[in-house]
């Protein structure tokens, strides 16, 4: 199976009737791919090698204690995402909770995510302002390697369509590529998030 995405397509948001589209759920991760330090291009390695040859990984409640790991050792996750799905999620989410309504009309969404895609700013899109990276390996959630945005994200490519990204260095090799809404519906405790089953 080449992707599981695991959201809610029929919840309303209270007072305008706003919902979450599965089709823009399902197609907010195109494609994706684990990779090793040896495939990443040459101007990527030395990138990644440019500041500290290391990097430290959680626990997110003291980084003081965080463990260090090499680069060179490290796993890292090549996706292409569809940015306007994306976008349209991500306000959508922002326009109100399960628990904490807010009203947002349809025209204001649709203005909403227009003005997301054409920010130039990628940390609006993607990391701590609005949604976080985070993946899953045999043992469980991968530990966080960046405070705020969960991993560290680099753009690669971009279009208003599409993003390519690569995002590592990972202490373990994932086998989940998640993205969290920061605004995102809980309903019992439970995130409803977009999940890739990684290849």
């Known amino acids: 199976m080449k992707s599981l995405l695991l959201c809610l397509c029929t919840l309303f948001l209270f007072g305008w ?36 040859s290391q990097r430290y990984f959680g626990p997110a409640e003291n980084w003081s204690k965080g463990t260090k790991f090499p680069v060179e050792t490290a796993y890292y996750v090549r996706a292409t995402i569809n940015r306007k799905a994306l976008a349209t999620a991500t306000e959508t989410f922002g326009c109100g909770s399960i628990t904490k309504a807010r009203k947002c009309s349809r025209r204001k969404l649709a203005n909403n995510v227009e003005k997301l895609l054409k920010e130039e700013n990628h940390y609006l899109l993607y ?20 405070k705020f945005d969960g991993h560290k994200m680099r753009l690669i490519n971009t279009s208003f369509e599409q993003d390519e990204v690569l995002v590592g260095p990972l202490p373990f090799k994932p086998s989940v590529l998640m993205i969290t809404f920061r605004n995102g519906y809980k309903v019992k405790g439970k995130n409803y998030d977009v999940v890739y089953v990684l290849p």
Not at 21 to 42: C, T
Not at 127 to 145: S, V
């Open 17 to 52: 009737g706003v919902k979450v589209e599965k089709s823009a759920l399902e197609n907010v991760v195109v494609n994706a791919e684990v990779l090793e330090f040896d495939e990443l291009r040459p101007e990527t390695q030395r990138d990644q090698t440019k500041y500290a």
């Open 127 to 146: 990391g701590k302002y609005k949604n976080k990276w985070k993946f899953l390996y045999p043992k469980g959630d991968m530990p966080e390697t960046e």
